[in-house]
Antibody, heavy 121, light 107 residues
Framework: EVQLVESGGGLVQPGGSLRLSCAASGFTFTTYAMNWVRQAPGKGLEWVSGIGASGGSTYYADSVKGRFTISRDNSKNTVYLQMNSLRAEDTAVYYC??????????????WGQGTLVTVSS | ENVLTQSPGTLSLSPGERATLSCRASQSVSSNYLAWYQQKPGQAPRLLIYGASSRATGIPDRFSGSGSGTDFTLTITRLEPEDFAVYYCQQYGSSPPFGQGTRLEIK
């Protein structure tokens, strides 16, 4: 059974940093791309970032480019999202999602339960 | 960026009725790379349809997707109580924007 478990969310001040983790199990992690998608309170879904299966290709939404970094450790079956220079508008539930192929930016059939990031002073 | 516009914003129907949700793209969606998701409060999205018309694993056949180019439709025949939720379309294959969602509520 595919399982994705996010962690690392919490309350952070504007300008601060946070690193999210997503631990994957139940599939061959090294052969699938992964994505981060967020949802601000009461709002819709926003794709944030994606990474290819090997980690060699990464993609970002314009809203986070230059501030967020996605990475993966295939030896630990974990994908990360390093978030720097956080803003109030980054407040959201962050979901980890698995793509059906080697490259990201496709659809996601498997999602984690999400982790809440709150940016506030 | 290919902007997806969903309509209506809210759809009020009764169980047993048929629901038709629209997703219109500002540019043609290449290779029909269009997906539909269902999301209930407090839950992660659930993939319903990919490739515009292929049902995801375990999705009941009352859900169907159609369309091509810039106009896509999600149809739910014979609404069940558990179908009342928010539905999103997503164009994938490039920076994958989501539509703003359609709320399907019980009338």
């Amino acid at each position: 059974e595919v399982q994705l478990v996010e962690s690392g969310g919490g309350l952070v001040q504007p300008g601060g940093s946070l690193r999210l983790s997503c631990a994957a199990s139940g599939f061959t992690f090294t052969t699938y791309a992964m994505n981060w998608v967020r949802q601000a309170p009461g709002k819709g879904l926003e794709w944030v970032s994606g990474i290819g299966a090997s980690g060699g290709s990464t993609y970002y939404a314009d809203s986070v480019k230059g501030r967020f970094t996605i990475s993966r450790d295939n030896s630990k079956n974990t994908v990360y999202l390093q978030m720097n220079s956080l803003r109030a508008e980054d407040t959201a539930v962050y979901y980890c999602a698995k793509d059906p192929g080697f490259q990201p930016l496709l659809y996601s059939a498997y999602w984690g339960q999400g982790t809440l990031v709150t940016v506030s002073s | 960026e290919n902007v997806l516009t969903q309509s209506p914003g809210t759809l009020s129907l009764s169980p047993g009725e048929r629901a038709t949700l629209s997703c219109r793209a500002s540019q043609s969606v290449s290779s029909n790379y269009l997906a539909w998701y269902q999301q209930k409060p407090g839950q992660a999205p659930r993939l319903l349809i990919y490739g515009a018309s292929s049902r995801a694993t375990g999705i009941p056949d009352r859900f169907s997707g159609s369309g091509s180019g810039t106009d896509f439709t999600l149809t739910i025949t014979r609404l069940e109580p558990e179908d009342f939720a928010v539905y999103y379309c997503q164009q994938y294959g490039s920076s994958p924007p989501f539509g703003q969602g359609t709320r399907l509520e019980i009338k």
